[in-house]
């Protein structure tokens, strides 16, 4: 009876009364958002949560399905060969290989999930196997390159993942330099972090010979004059100065080819130390010389967030102040950097004598600190222990 009257009801309300309801119920589940108060500025961009899972798990873009046809030389661009251009020279001198033959025909297109592509004998990642990210602590004496006859030790073979197939480094760091790389076998991914208009910013510890000048500073901090012409300003931080040495961080969003060294020579002192110590949101935190670990996905996605071509940042907006942190200055040295976290907002984070930013703990917000707690870097030679929450291999 129950059942047969409460249709009888539901047929009996005309369809305003029906739509009626059926409007109201949909207006008591609708949430409010809270405005952002008049003046507040723009919103901080908060560091997601890493994830334990590294990012080769899965690829951080889409990948192809078979039958998507993609041009030769794009194939071998995105996978880091070298640019397209030098990759049909490449084709037309024969050194290209598809499917087991020579391939010298301009304007080729393959699919790169059902056809093999070698170059120089180097297989290339196949599309749909799991693409790689790695941040290596690079020592000095390594070089940055994938030439096979390079007779100097390679940052590529300090990687010792038995699945990393071919990768190569994000950008460059000079033999003598050490400190951060990015390695990947992701070419889009490689060359929105590498190239200068994407802007990452990237710290460095820098040891200068001589008591810097405030004027030197300042030069370096507007901009100076190179051959590929004037550099975008830099953010400077004066550590401390002695008598035969200055001690500074200082943060690029370039790309140029030994761009620290040559501002600095620019400007009338020579570097004599050189070490990265962040890329965007990572730092070298808990990763040795000469250790590496893999980036989680959250990191990489975090990264792409931080090369976003719509949103630049000027010099002025990530610290653009030179901070003196000499014995004369040590009293006005908490309001200085109070100062500077201020006008920087979230980006404008001031950096530490570990060269890392400071803000939150890396227990909760891995991707700011390059990974999460326990994850352990990885050492050169032997070993296929797990360590740590994130059950990444130890590189021997």
């Given at each position: 009876m129950n059942k047969k009257r409460k249709q009888a009801n539901g047929q009996g309300r005309t369809g305003a009364e029906q739509a009626k309801s059926g409007a109201g119920a949909k207006r008591t589940t609708r949430t409010t958002r809270k405005r952002r108060p008049t003046g507040a500025g723009p919103a901080k961009r908060m560091p997601r949560r890493a994830s334990a899972k590294p990012a080769s798990d899965s690829s951080a873009r889409k990948q192809l399905e078979p039958g998507q046809l993609v041009r030769l030389n794009k194939y071998l661009a995105d996978h880091g060969v070298a640019s397209r251009r030098a990759c049909d020279e490449l084709i037309s001198a024969g050194k290209v290989i598809v499917d087991g033959l020579p391939e010298t025909k301009l304007g080729t297109k393959v699919d790169p999930v059902l056809q093999t592509v070698e170059v120089d004998g180097v297989l290339l990642r196949a599309e749909g196997t799991s693409r790689r990210y790695y941040l290596l602590n690079k020592p000095a004496g390594v070089v940055c390159t994938n030439e096979r006859r390079e007779t100097r030790p390679r940052a590529i073979d300090l990687i010792r993942d038995?699945?990393?197939?071919?990768?190569?480094?994000?950008?460059?760091?000079?033999?003598?330099?050490?400190?951060?790389?990015?390695?990947?076998?992701?070419?889009?991914?490689?060359?929105?972090?590498?190239?200068?208009?994407?802007?990452?910013?990237?710290?460095?510890?820098?040891?200068?010979?001589?008591?810097?000048?405030?004027?030197?500073?300042?030069?370096?901090?507007?901009?100076?004059?190179?051959?590929?012409?004037?550099?975008?300003?830099?953010?400077?931080?004066?550590?401390?100065?002695?008598?035969?040495?200055?001690?500074?961080?200082?943060?690029?969003?370039?790309g140029i080819n030994r761009e620290v060294r040559r501002i600095f020579a620019r400007v009338g002192y020579k570097v004599v130390d050189l070490k990265r110590?962040?890329?965007?949101?990572?730092?070298?935190?808990?990763?040795?010389?000469?250790?590496?670990?893999?980036?989680?996905?959250?990191?990489?996605?975090?990264?792409?967030?931080?090369?976003?071509?719509?949103?630049?940042?000027?010099?002025?907006?990530?610290?653009?102040?030179?901070?003196?942190?000499?014995?004369?200055?040590?009293?006005?040295?908490?309001?200085?950097?109070?100062?500077?976290?201020?006008?920087?907002?979230?980006?404008?984070?001031t950096v530490r004598r570990d060269g890392g930013h400071g803000g939150q703990r890396s227990s909760q917000h891995g991707s700011q600190h390059g990974g999460q707690r326990g994850a352990k870097s990885r050492r050169p030679g032997g070993g296929g222990r797990r360590s740590g929450p994130g059950g990444q291999q130890r590189g021997r």
């Open positions: 038995p699945s990393k197939g071919r990768i190569y480094t994000v950008g460059r760091l000079d033999e003598e330099s050490k400190g951060l790389i990015l390695i990947t076998n992701d070419g889009e991914f490689a060359q929105r972090i590498a190239h200068p208009r994407f802007g990452v910013p990237k710290t460095y510890a820098v040891k200068v010979v001589g008591n810097i000048d405030e004027d030197a500073v300042q030069k370096v901090r507007g901009g100076v004059y190179l051959s590929e012409g004037k550099t975008g300003g830099a953010r400077i931080v004066v550590i401390r100065r002695t008598r035969n040495y200055s001690f500074l961080n200082v943060t690029l969003r370039e110590v962040s890329i965007g949101p990572l730092n070298d935190r808990g990763i040795k010389i000469g250790h590496w670990r893999s980036l989680s996905r959250p990191e990489v996605e975090y990264l792409l967030e931080w090369s976003d071509p719509q949103s630049p940042v000027r010099p002025d907006e990530w610290g653009g102040s030179s901070l003196d942190e000499g014995s004369r200055d040590r009293g006005r040295r908490g309001d200085r950097e109070r100062g500077d976290r201020e006008r920087g907002g979230d980006r404008g984070r």
